[in-house]
């Protein structure tokens, strides 16, 4: 079963570089492709980043292939997302999902929070 925990939030000055990471205590995060959102409170959940199960195929949402990265470590069973060049606009819970392709997430992290300060 597919377990998602994230870490690697906090709280930073604009301009600061954050890497967040998702880790599968089930241990079976390689075979799913996986994806970053993030989601204001009052806000509808926005996709920032998919990546597929082998690591070959990213796609990243509207206005986020700039500052932001996803890449995966499959044997460690980490999904990460780095975010460059921090803006407060960035502020929000991320969340990590897990699903068969990078269209569908069936499994969701609870989230991990990142605020940024100007």
């Known amino acids: 079963q597919v377990q998602l925990v994230e870490s690697g939030g906090g709280s930073v000055q604009a301009g600061a570089s954050l890497r967040l990471a998702c880790a599968d205590s089930g241990r079976t995060l390689s075979d799913y492709a996986a994806a970053w959102y993030r989601q204001t409170p009052g806000q509808e959940r926005e996709f920032v980043a998919s990546i597929s199960g082998s690591g070959g195929s990213t796609f990243y949402g509207d206005n986020m292939k700039l500052r932001f990265t996803i890449s995966r470590d499959n044997a460690k069973n980490t999904v990460s997302l780095q975010i460059d060049n921090l803006k407060p606009e960035d502020t929000a819970t991320y969340y990590c999902?897990?699903?068969?392709?990078?269209?569908?997430?069936?499994?969701w992290g609870k989230g991990t929070l990142v605020t940024v300060s100007s």
């Open positions: 999902a897990a699903g068969p392709n990078m269209w569908k997430m069936d499994y």
